[in-house]
C-alpha cells in the first residue's frame, strides 16, 4: 500500500459509498406502477442521497462509486456537481449501465418498486477504484449495506474502512437493508423491507466492529445482528461494536445507544419525531442520515443531532422524490424554529420558498442579457421596410450569435427569447454557454395582463427545458383602478403557482411609467402589493427609476419580503444607450440590481438595415455585438468592474 499523496484533493467531510441510480418516481399519486403515466427523474440510491442530503447542510460531501458512460450517467455527475458534491471519486464505466430505479406512491407508506440493477455501473465498484488519497482527503466514510452484497464490492468498501481507521478518521455503516438486492426476493418486490437470512447477517456482522455510527431501522439492525426481536439485536450489535448505535423508529423518531445496552429499548437518548403526514416514506432513512451526520460530525450533541435527523427525515416523507426534496440548512433551521401549521410540509409555502431559493440550479450574481423577445415591434419593422415576417426567425438567430460573440463563454450573459418567432434562436442558444434563458408568456402588449397561447398557463410550461426562465410583462401601476389590478393580480398569482409546481424560474417584469406617474415610491408600492399575495418572483425586471432613493426603497422592500429573491434586472425601453449608461450608472449603489436585460437599444438598428436588406447577416452580427459590448463595459464599470 503506497504512502497517501497529501494535498491531492480538497479536504472533505465525508465520503459516502454504494449505489448510485436515476430514480424514476411516477408522478401520479395514488397509482400502481401499472398505472404510471409520466416519471419525474431524480438522483437515487442511499450514499448518493446521503451525499446530497449532507451538502445541503452545509457539510463537505463526496460520493465514491461507479456510474455508465451514458446520458443517466452523467446526469447523474452533473446534478451532483450543481449540489455542491465532489466527483472525485466517482468513475466512469464504460462496459454498464447506470442503475435505475421505478417507483410509485400507491397509497401511504406503499411504494412499489422496480431496480433495473442487472450488471450495472455501482456494482462494478472495485478495490482498485478506492484511492487511499481520496479517502484521506475525509474525515468520515459511510459504507452502506448493499454493498456487502458481492465480492468486489465488499472488497472496496472494506479497503476504505481500512484506509480510513488508519488515519484515525470515523466509520459509518448505514445498514440500508434491501432483500431483493441480495438476491431474497423477486424484481416485482423491491420494497420488501425484511427477508431473514442467515448469510446476510453472517456477512454484515463481521463489519460492525470497525464501525463508529451504525444506524438502521429495527428491521436493518436485525438483520445485522441475527436477532429475532429489536433488544436482543442491540445487545448482539453491543457485543461486538463499541460504535453509537442510532435506531431510526419512522414517525416514533429514534433512539441514540452510545453505551451498555439495557433491558429497556428506551434506555437511550430519544429523539422525538415529527407530528407530519405521511406522503411517501422512501429516501427518508438516507435524509435522516444526512441530519444526524450535519450534527454528529459538527460537534453537537447526540440530542440535537437526533433532532435534525428526525426533522430532514420528516422532510423527506412529506414531499415525493429523494434527495430534490432534502432541506437546506436554512430550510431545517427555519422549522425547527418556526414549526409549520400544516401536517404536509409540502403545502407550506413559507417553507417551499425557502427550499425553491436554496437548491436553485446555479448561482447568478451577474446577468447581462440581450433581449431579442419582441415580437410586435419587429413585426412592425417588418411592416415598414417591407420585407416578410417570415424572416424575423432568421434574423433572432443573429441576435443570438452576436450576444455570443459578446459573451465568449463567460459567467454572466444571457438572452430573452420568445417562443412565436425564436424557436431556430433557442437551438442556437443552446450550442453557446450561456448562464440564463428567458422566455416571454405574456400577450404582447395586453391590459389586464393576458397570456399569449393559452390561458391555461401551467400545461405549457410543462414542456420547457428545466433551466428556462419565464418572463413576464405585466402593465401594473398601484394607482391603477381597483378591478384592474385585482384581475391582473390573480393572473400573475396563477403564474406564480404554476411556476413553482413545475419547477421554472419567474421573472416578473413591472412597467409602470407608461400609465401613471412615475416617483421614488410607485416601484416600492406595486412590490408591496404583489408580495402581499405571496408572488415571490426569482427575478424582478424593472425601468430606471429617477434617483438613488427609489432603487433604496425597492430593494428595502424586496429584503424585507423576500432576501432569497435574485435580484432586479433593468430593462431598456428603447433608451438611448447614452441614457442607459447614466441609468446604469445610478444603481451603482444597489446591490440589488444585478444586471440588465436590453433588446431595442441593441437590435433595432440591425433589424431595420438586415430586414431591409441593406445589412449582410455578418453585419448585422457585428453592429449587434459592438452595442451590446459597448453596454456590457458600461454595466461593469458602473460596478467597478472590467470585462474578463
Known amino acids: ?118 450488471d450495472c455501473a455501482d456494482m462494478a465498484l472495485a478495490e482498485e477504484d478506492i484511492d487511499e488519497a481520496f479517502i484521506a482527503s475525509a474525515r468520515s466514510v459511510v459504507v452502506t449495506g448493499t454493498h456487502f452484497s458481492r465480492p468486489n464490492t465488499d472488497a472496496a468498501q472494506r479497503k476504505a474502512i481500512r484506509l480510513m481507521k488508519a488515519r484515525g478518521g470515523k466509520v459509518v455503516f448505514d445498514i440500508d437493508y434491501r432483500p431483493n438486492l441480495w438476491g431474497l426476493a423477486g424484481h416485482a418486490e423491491g420494497f420488501e423491507r425484511y427477508v431473514k437470512s442467515e448469510r446476510v447477517s453472517a456477512q454484515l456482522k463481521t463489519v460492525l466492529p470497525d464501525c463508529d455510527l451504525i444506524v438502521g431501522t429495527e428491521e436493518e439492525i436485525m438483520i445485522a445482528s441475527g436477532a429475532d426481536d429489536c433488544l436482543s439485536a442491540l445487545k448482539t450489535i453491543r457485543a461486538l461494536s463499541s460504535a453509537t448505535i442510532v435506531l431510526k423508529r419512522g414517525a416514533k423518531g429514534c433512539i441514540v445507544y452510545d453505551g451498555p445496552i439495557s433491558d429497556d429499548l428506551e434506555d437511550g437518548i430519544v429523539g422525538k419525531g415529527f407530528p407530519i403526514e405521511i406522503y411517501n416514506v422512501l429516501g427518508a432513512g438516507d435524509a435522516f442520515m444526512s441530519g444526524f451526520l450535519r450534527g454528529w460530525l459538527g460537534g453537537e450533541s447526540f440530542a440535537t443531532a437526533a433532532t435534525w435527523a428526525n426533522a430532514c427525515g420528516a422532510f423527506a416523507v412529506s414531499r415525493l422524490l429523494c434527495a430534490p426534496e432534502y432541506p437546506t440548512f436554512e430550510e431545517l433551521q427555519f422549522f425547527l424554529k418556526h414549526g409549520s401549521k400544516h401536517l404536509a410540509l409540502r403545502k407550506d409555502e413559507a417553507i417551499n420558498h425557502i427550499h425553491w431559493a436554496t437548491t436553485r440550479r446555479r448561482d447568478i450574481p451577474s446577468l447581462m442579457a440581450l433581449a431579442c423577445d419582441h415580437r410586435v415591434q419587429l413585426e412592425d419593422v417588418a411592416a415598414r421596410v417591407g420585407a416578410d415576417a417570415a424572416r424575423i426567425p432568421d434574423f433572432k438567430v443573429l441576435t443570438v450569435k452576436a450576444a455570443a460573440k459578446v459573451a465568449a463563454g463567460r459567467d454572466g450573459y444571457g438572452m430573452l427569447i420568445d417562443e412565436k418567432y425564436g424557436r431556430d434562436a433557442m437551438f442556437e442558444f443552446a450550442r453557446h454557454p450561456f448562464v440564463w434563458l428567458g422566455r416571454p408568456v405574456e400577450l404582447p402588449g395586453s391590459r389586464p395582463l393576458r397570456f399569449e397561447f393559452s390561458q391555461d398557463i401551467g400545461s405549457q410550461l410543462t414542456e420547457w427545458p428545466v433551466d428556462h426562465c419565464i418572463k413576464c410583462l405585466c402593465f401594473y401601476h398601484p394607482d391603477d383602478p381597483e378591478a384592474l389590478k385585482v384581475e391582473q393580480q390573480q393572473k400573475l398569482r396563477a403564474l406564480f403557482e404554476a411556476a413553482r409546481k413545475v419547477g421554472r424560474e419567474l421573472l416578473v417584469e413591472i412597467i409602470a411609467g407608461k400609465h401613471g406617474k412615475l416617483d421614488d415610491t410607485t416601484i416600492p408600492r406595486a412590490l408591496e402589493e404583489l408580495y402581499a399575495l405571496g408572488i415571490k418572483p426569482d427575478w424582478w425586471k424593472l425601468e430606471p427609476q429617477a434617483s438613488a432613493g427609489a432603487w433604496a426603497k425597492i430593494e428595502q422592500v424586496i429584503v424585507k419580503n423576500d432576501p432569497w429573491c435574485r435580484g432586479v434586472v433593468l430593462l431598456g425601453l428603447e433608451a438611448p444607450q ?67
Not at 409520466?38 to 456510474?67: D, M, Y
Not at 438586415?610 to 452580427?621: H, I, N, P, Y
Open 1 to 118: 500500500m503506497g504512502e497517501a499523496v497529501e494535498g491531492k484533493y480538497p479536504p472533505l467531510d465525508v465520503i459516502t459509498i454504494g449505489r448510485a441510480s436515476v430514480d424514476l418516481y411516477g408522478q401520479q399519486i395514488g397509482s400502481r406502477l401499472e398505472d404510471i403515466a409520466s416519471f419525474a427523474k431524480s438522483v437515487g440510491g442511499c450514499p448518493a442521497n446521503i451525499s446530497v442530503g449532507t451538502a445541503r447542510l452545509g457539510l463537505r460531501s463526496a460520493l465514491l462509486t461507479r456510474v455508465g458512460d451514458e446520458q443517466m450517467g452523467r446526469f447523474i455527475r452533473e446534478q451532483l456537481r450543481r449540489e455542491g458534491v465532489s466527483v472525485d471519486g466517482l468513475k466512469t464505466d464504460k462496459e454498464r449501465l447506470t442503475a435505475l430505479v421505478l417507483l410509485s406512491v400507491e397509497s401511504e407508506g406503499v411504494s412499489p418498486m422496480i431496480f433495473y440493477r442487472s
Open 578 to 644: 447614452d441614457e442607459l449608461v447614466a441609468a446604469f450608472a445610478a444603481t451603482s449603489n444597489a446591490p440589488i440590481v444585478k444586471g440588465f436585460a436590453v433588446g431595442r437599444t441593441i437590435f433595432i438598428n440591425a433589424a431595420e438595415q438586415w430586414l431591409g436588406g441593406r445589412m449582410s447577416d455578418d453585419e448585422a452580427v457585428a453592429d449587434m455585438a459592438a452595442r451590446f459590448e459597448q453596454l456590457t463595459e458600461a454595466w461593469l464599470a458602473a460596478r467597478g468592474r472590467k470585462a474578463a
